[in-house]
């Protein structure tokens, strides 16, 4: 167990809904981050928090947004949703966020579905 | 842009039988490499980050080592539980947070 949790386990919707995926940090951890992982694709990043702010942004559409709030938990928004957005979305969590060699602890994951 | 790569795709090894993983990476500088191990539907668990060329870390039957163009996962006489997907990582060069992963090496140990 990482300590970093994420709910819900599985999330099935349709084509055009708006789901929200939530995360927790690991205790102490500052920095949060969003991976979604597809079988075509493998892990790819999407976005880092850290201690509130952005701080790092990757391949992440414009239908996807997230945010961290003061007590560090993060919430990722998925919407407009289309069938090739199913995947596994993983959250994972450092300490810091400044030093590129931070070691980043996975979640469980969320596995969407969109149908 | 940087770009790691993992080889074999795929390996099918016998109980006790040792064998290596490769990860070959390019990038501007390297700021450590991570290898995580990952079960089916689960998430990526941490096994070891290497900084320099050279270093070497080990954890039970696994050690991995690090070259300036290369990194190995050595699995010694390993065990069915042994069985996984391991991936490895680098951080990005200019974006903090990014890891770029490697698409992984799915290893099987038969008893």
């Known amino acids: 167990d990482s300590g970093v949790t994420q709910t819900p386990k599985h999330l099935i919707t349709a084509t055009g809904q708006r789901v929200t995926l939530r995360c927790s940090p690991r205790s102490g951890d500052l920095s949060v981050y969003w991976y979604q992982q597809s079988l075509d694709q493998g892990l790819q990043f999407l976005i880092q928090y850290y201690n509130g702010e952005e701080r790092a942004k990757g391949n992440i559409l414009e239908r996807f947004s997230a945010q961290q709030f003061p007590d560090l938990h993060s919430e990722l928004n998925l919407s407009s949703l289309e069938l090739g957005d199913s995947a596994l979305y993983f959250c994972?969590?450092?300490?810091?966020?400044?030093?590129?060699?931070?070691?980043?602890?996975f979640g469980p994951g969320t596995r969407l579905t969109v149908l | 842009e940087d770009q790691v790569t993992q080889s074999p795709e795929a390996l099918r090894l016998q109980e006790g039988e040792s064998s290596s993983l490769n990860c070959s990476y390019t990038?501007?500088?390297?700021?450590?490499l991570f290898w995580y191990r990952q079960d089916p539907g689960k998430g990526p668990e941490f096994l070891f980050t290497l900084y320099s060329a050279g270093e070497e870390k080990e954890k039970e039957r696994l050690k991995a080592t690090l070259t300036k163009k290369e990194s190995f996962l050595h699995i010694t006489a390993p065990k069915p539980e042994d069985s996984a997907t391991y991936l490895c990582a680098v951080p990005g060069g200019t974006s903090y947070g990014k890891l770029t992963f490697g698409q992984g090496t799915i290893l099987t140990v038969h008893p």
């Open positions: 990038v501007s500088g390297l700021r450590g």
């Open positions: 994972a969590s450092s300490v810091g966020g400044m030093v590129v060699s931070d070691t980043q602890y």
